[in-house]
């Protein structure tokens, strides 16, 4: 299955995200995210970090796109938003992987 802009049925790329299952979608669609409008933008990075913490398990790949979009973030909301799934992820990270004393 091969996804690309403007293959959506004339949806914006912001609806079309929404309401496809993150999981459905191959990462590679997302990797057209630096030339995408910033709000688009915003929301297939937030997406992925969604993606990685809950439906691919990896706790690594989701804090780093969590960082990422904590980067794109316009408001303070927003901001505050991604912080609190980057202290979530930590906290599942830390009790994976315990830091020995």
Same mark, same amino acid.
């Not at 949806?11 to 299952?21: D, I, K, L, M, Q």
């Not at 960082?67 to 408001?75: G, W």
């Given at each position: 299955?091969?996804?690309?802009?403007?293959?959506?049925?004339?949806?914006?790329?912001?609806?079309?995200?929404?309401? #496809?299952?993150?999981?459905?979608?191959?990462?590679?669609?997302?990797?057209? #995210?630096?030339?995408?409008?910033?709000?688009?933008?915003?929301?297939?990075?937030?997406?992925?970090?969604?993606?990685?913490?809950?439906?691919?398990? *990896?706790?690594?790949?989701?804090?780093?796109?969590?960082?990422?979009?904590?980067?794109?973030?316009?408001?303070?909301?927003?901001?505050?938003?991604?912080?609190?799934?980057?202290?979530?992820? *930590?906290?599942?990270?830390?009790?994976?992987?315990?830091?020995?004393?």
């Amino acid at each position: 299955m091969t996804w690309s802009v403007g293959e959506h049925g004339g949806h914006s790329s912001e609806t079309f995200a929404r309401y #496809v299952p993150v999981y459905e979608i191959p990462s590679r669609y997302f990797q057209y #995210v630096r030339s995408c409008p910033p709000a688009l933008a915003r929301e297939a990075t937030e997406a992925l970090a969604v993606h990685h913490e809950h439906r691919a398990r *990896d706790l690594r790949a989701a804090r780093t796109f969590a960082l990422r979009s904590l980067q794109l973030q316009a408001t303070t909301a927003r901001q505050e938003a991604v912080k609190y799934r980057l202290a979530r992820i *930590d906290r599942k990270m830390s009790s994976l992987f315990p830091l020995s004393p």
